[in-house]
């Protein structure tokens, strides 16, 4: 009976999946070298300047995260889609309008516009992941899987909705402003139809008082193991942040080749075909396994890409790095701390995604100032790092879940 009456509520789901596949072009098309090349002629910038746009979309997130989570659940999950996916409008729109403004303001008029894309982000994470998992509720996991396909099938097809979009103005300059168009305006569609849509918005009517972010912290022990292991949060992100952002740049520099955007395409299938095996592994394998083994592969690729660049191997790397990095890893430490801090659930994912985007903001910041073998190599870093904290985490792991009992 619940299944059919729940059978109301999967036209929503669509349209809230298809935000997804929207958001999937908006969160990686500054990462892509024709746009930032594009942008930064406009602009009068270096071409790895864009990436201090593509940082304040992290920026974005900071702001809204501590305040979207409270609101999705007080005032319902439509309010909160319908907030993120005007503002994302805004960034995609504003995008267009920057690009068009050149020299007159237009790489600050894209800078405040990706802060409004990360405050979408933000109260489109609280909105949708509930949302879907309250409609598909007999699978919550495949349900929040299903986000990640969503993006990981448009950030695939990205080379080539660049390609149907580029156009040339009247001055002479490359334009990609059709793709901005496009999708900010089907963002502005999805709104609406959102909005005349029915969600069974759970958490609204079961009256249940929820504890702040704050009030959670208070009353939370946090031991050595368990900051590591929000740290992770960190880490990862920085992994596959970096070389959606700049590893274009790196093999147009480093390799010669001139139009390495099919490497997005190599990406995503990584990440879409790790989303299947990384779920089907987790049910015989632990998933603090992968916190260690996944960073490990992804430091191996990175050295070897520096070390050795070429086409092919910028390629490889490509797909190996949505793999292992981008497919799932910052879902299983999510997972990891939930299963750690059972009692404040909502705490430590907040946790662990401000970690996320105080990574994404700070990292791209400082990339957006160094040179394509720079960034690769404060990659190796940083993944290095992550290594060693999963390594630490993996051998103290009995520890950590004591003291998530305790």
């Not at 309010?79 to 994302?88: K, L």
């Not at 267009?96 to 800078?111: E, K, L, M, R, S």
């Not at 979408?120 to 994470?125: G, K, P, V």
């Not at 390609?163 to 569609?189: D, E, K």
Request: include cysteine.
């Amino acid at each position: 009976m619940k299944t059919k009456s729940m059978a109301k509520y999967y036209p929503a789901a669509l349209v809230l999946y298809l935000n997804y596949f929207l958001h999937g072009v908006g969160c990686s098309v500054l990462g892509q070298s024709v746009i930032k090349e594009a942008l930064a002629a406009s602009w009068g910038v270096e071409a790895m300047s864009i990436t201090a746009i593509s940082a304040a979309l992290g920026l974005g997130r900071l702001i809204a995260l501590p305040f979207a989570g409270p609101l999705s659940d007080k005032l319902g999950r439509k309010i909160s889609v319908i907030i993120g996916g005007a503002s994302y409008a805004i960034y995609l729109l504003g995008l267009a309008v920057a690009f068009n403004a050149g020299t007159n303001g237009g790489y600050q008029i894209a800078y405040v516009c990706a802060i409004m894309g990360g405050i979408a982000n933000s109260f489109l994470d609280t909105g949708i992941y509930p949302a879907v998992a309250e409609i598909i509720y007999q699978a919550p996991g495949v349900a929040t899987m299903g986000i990640k396909f969503f993006m990981a099938i448009s950030q695939m097809l990205l080379p080539f909705f660049l390609g149907m979009a580029v156009t040339s103005t009247v001055a002479g300059m490359v334009s990609y402003n059709p793709l901005f168009y496009v999708f900010g305006g089907a963002y502005i569609v999805l709104m609406v139809l959102i909005f005349f849509l029915p969600l069974p918005d759970t958490d609204l009517t079961t009256g249940e008082k929820k504890e702040g972010l704050l009030e959670s912290l208070k009353k939370t022990h946090f031991s050595i193991e368990s900051i590591a292991m929000i740290l992770v949060g960190f880490t990862c992100t920085g992994t596959f942040q970096l070389w959606l952002n700049c590893a274009q740049n790196f093999a147009k520099t480093n390799v010669g080749w001139e139009d390495p955007s099919i490497m997005q395409t190599y990406y995503s299938m990584g990440t879409l075909i790790a989303l299947v095996v990384t779920a089907l592994l987790t049910r015989k394998i632990k998933d603090v396994r992968f916190i260690l083994v996944y960073p490990a592969i992804c430091l191996v690729t990175l050295i070897v890409v520096l070390m050795f660049p070429s086409q092919t191997l910028c390629t490889a790397g490509a797909f190996i790095i949505g793999w292992a990095g981008a497919g799932g890893l910052l879902q299983i430490a999510t997972s990891v701390c939930n299963m750690i801090f059972p009692k404040i659930k909502g705490t430590v994912t907040a946790l662990v995604m401000i970690a996320s985007s105080l990574c994404n903001y700070t990292i791209l910041t400082a990339a957006s100032n160094m040179t394509p073998s720079g960034v690769m190599i404060m990659n190796i870093v940083l993944t290095a790092i992550g290594v060693l904290l999963g390594l630490f985490i993996n051998l103290r792991y009995s520890k950590l879940i004591e003291s998530g009992e305790n």
